[in-house]
């Protein structure tokens, strides 16, 4: 168990919906990175926050949105789903900016039928 | 652009020991980290090299050549529950700490 909590486990849901996946970070970290795993596209690096603010983008759609919240908990939005957005979604956290040993929680797995 | 390659599948044989590489081409270079992550779970840390050399810890070892874009994860005396797919990263020198994975490799162990 890292000690990073992620929820839904899993989620289905239809074209052109909406969904929110959140995430809370291992006691004491700051840094939170949100990643989207695809069978045929391996980790893809999303987006990331440290202490509320976002610091760095990956290859995040603009139908993708997320933000880090005072107690540090994050949720990522995905709207307009379509087939291709079907995935696993993990949360990392690390205890600051920089390059640190990530800590992945278990995963959310999207299915869009 | 950034490029990250592993083979995607090895097979190996329980008690022998086996070689995962890792080519990378990216912007820049502040690390390179393994990972091993067993089918639906998430990724769980292995490894952490900056500088060049071997890396030792139990029966895994990292290997970092810099100058040749060049890595390897070694695994000793092999275990069923060796079975998982090892993710080489880097970290490509941003001060954030995001990382670039490469797809993945495979590795099932047999008896």
């Known amino acids: 168990d890292s000690g990073v909590t992620q929820t839904p486990k899993h989620l289905i849901t239809a074209t052109g919906q909406r969904v929110t996946l959140r995430c809370s970070p291992r006691?004491?970290?700051?840094?939170v990175y949100w990643y989207q795993q695809s069978l045929d596209q391996g980790l893809q690096f999303l987006i990331q926050y440290y202490n509320g603010e976002e610091r760095a983008k990956g290859n995040i759609l603009e139908r993708f949105s997320a933000q880090q919240f005072p107690d540090l908990h994050s949720e990522l939005n995905l709207s307009s789903l379509e087939l291709g957005d079907s995935a696993l979604y993990f949360c990392a956290s690390s205890p600051r900016l920089g390059v640190y040993e990530q800590y992945f929680g278990p995963g959310t797995r999207l299915t869009v039928t | 652009g950034q490029n990250i390659d592993q083979p995607t599948e090895m097979t190996a044989t329980e008690g022998a020991i086996v070689q995962i590489n890792c080519t990378y081409q990216t912007s820049g270079f502040n690390g390179l980290f393994w990972y091993q992550q067993h089918a639906g779970e998430a990724p769980t840390f292995l490894s952490y090299?900056?500088?060049?050399g071997l890396e030792e810890k139990g029966r895994f070892s990292s290997f970092l050549s810099r100058s040749k874009g060049y890595s390897y994860l070694l695994l000793k005396e092999l275990q069923m529950k060796d079975s998982a797919s090892y993710l080489c990263a880097v970290n490509n020198g941003g001060s954030q700490g995001n990382l670039i994975f490469g797809k993945g490799t495979k590795l099932s162990v047999k008896p």
């Open positions: 006691s004491g970290d700051l840094s």
């Open positions: 090299n900056v500088l060049d």
